[in-house]
């Protein structure tokens, strides 16, 4: 089992002189880092690979950064969905580069637009078309293409396990995988075990964050059905923190979070991980 951070538990923005994070991530014990790029996010990628197959991490890549509203794969116009790959295949390449295995996130639509209607009888075969073609393209550059459903406060596309394997399905190719985040699943599944087991054949990441996105325990997520249904369906995947660094600035106020969950990142890994850990030793896991 790997054990993984997001980047904004300690900075608001990717950097080389966010190398030491990294060391940082490496002594708490993880073995993953997730990095969010876009067109706001400029580094270095050799010294980010370099730095990362030194201290054994893995590294995963989503587009938290900015990201245009008009490259969306699930858009109703055939230019926007144009943009939308160009604009993701860009970031594969910068995955590629930097060494990461996978290109993960809500890559299906664009997180933040929720668009309030039924929507039209194609936008999931158009969708899926693109991310056929964008999962052809990782593949050939070693990166997986990982999938996350999100609340419908943050998309319309694809918010339950099911839509996702419906999505995933139609897309129709070996290099796309799914992502459960249990921060997102609460608002959306009244089944966790089911959740899981619906994704079960596809699952490759688990985001495990509480309801309020702080350190996962002692909050709403059902932490005992969680654990039992991964052991259940053998999973060995990473399992990744994430949350908002609430003492930069105004940074998690701006992604949305008004409390203080995450006051001090390595706190939160600490705490995070040690629960984590106590949930796995407790079950018989591959």
């Known amino acids: 089992m790997q054990y993984g951070a997001h980047c904004y538990l300690f900075t608001d923005r990717w950097s080389d002189a966010a190398l030491p ?5 490496k002594a708490l014990g993880l073995d993953l880092a997730e990095l969010s790029v876009g067109d706001d996010v400029i580094f270095t990628p050799h010294l980010t690979r370099r730095r990362a197959e030194t201290l054994g991490l893995t590294l995963v890549l989503g587009p938290g950064g900015a990201w245009p509203l008009s ?3 699930s858009a109703d116009t055939a230019e926007e969905r144009r943009i939308g790959l160009t604009w993701h295949c860009r970031q594969v390449d ?3 580069e930097v060494g990461a295995v996978a290109y993960a996130g809500a890559l299906y639509g664009h ?3 929720v668009k309030r209607r039924r929507p039209p009888v194609d936008e999931y075969a158009w969708t899926a078309e693109g991310l056929h073609t964008l999962a052809e393209y990782a593949a050939a550059r070693g990166v997986k293409i990982v999938l996350e459903p999100m609340s419908h406060f943050r998309t319309h596309v694809a918010n339950t ?7 995933i399905d139609l897309a129709d190719h070996a290099n796309l995988y799914a992502l459960f985040d249990t921060y997102h699943a609460i608002t959306e ?5 089911a959740a899981i087991r619906t994704l079960a054949s596809r699952l490759w990441c688990v985001h495990t964050c509480e309801n309020d996105r702080g350190v996962p325990g002692g909050g709403l997520v059902p932490w005992d059905v969680v654990f039992d249904s991964l052991c259940e369906v053998g999973y060995a995947g990473p399992l990744t923190m994430e949350a908002y660094n609430s003492s930069i600035d105004d940074f998690a106020f701006q992604r949305g979070m008004f409390h203080n969950v995450c006051p001090d990142g ?4 600490r705490t995070g991980l040690a629960f984590l850990q106590a949930q796995v030793a407790r079950r018989s896991f591959p």
């Open 94 to 96: 910068l995955a590629a």
């Open 21 to 25: 994070i990294l060391d940082t991530m």
């Open 189 to 193: 599944e009244r089944n966790y075990a």
């Open 71 to 73: 490259a969306d794969l």
């Open 111 to 113: 997180p933040g637009v």
């Open 266 to 269: 390595a706190d939160f890994v």
């Open 161 to 167: 396990a099911a839509q996702m394997m419906r999505l």
